[in-house]
């Protein structure tokens, strides 16, 4: 497949798509069990959105089911 036609199937990047692919990246080091909460993961920049009011402070503590995440 080439990745002009990935590209061209995708929906259109909406603005609560884009913020649930941040999420999906932000919780991602916690899905795979490298940590255990997005805080502990050094290589992100979790913990600017949080400072910048984005995330409240617990956020990504319990588990997140990204699979229902249903778009407009």
Same mark, same amino acid.
């Given at each position: 497949?080439? +990745?002009?036609?990935?590209? @061209?199937?995708? @929906?259109?990047?909406?603005?609560?798509?884009?913020?649930?692919? &941040?999420? /999906?990246?932000? +919780?991602?080091? &916690?899905?795979? #069990? /490298? &940590? *255990?909460?997005?805080? #502990?993961?050094?290589?992100?920049?979790?913990?600017? +959105? &949080?400072? *910048? =009011?984005? /995330?409240?402070? =617990?956020? =990504?503590? =319990?588990?997140?089911?990204?699979?229902?995440?249903? +778009? @407009?």
């Amino acid at each position: 497949m080439s +990745y002009e036609l990935h590209f @061209a199937r995708c @929906a259109p990047l909406t603005r609560l798509r884009l913020e649930h692919h &941040v999420e /999906y990246i932000h +919780y991602n080091p &916690v899905k795979h #069990e /490298y &940590v *255990a909460s997005p805080w #502990e993961w050094p290589h992100s920049s979790f913990l600017r +959105y &949080v400072e *910048a =009011g984005v /995330y409240e402070a =617990g956020w =990504g503590q =319990g588990q997140i089911n990204f699979e229902d995440v249903e +778009y @407009a």
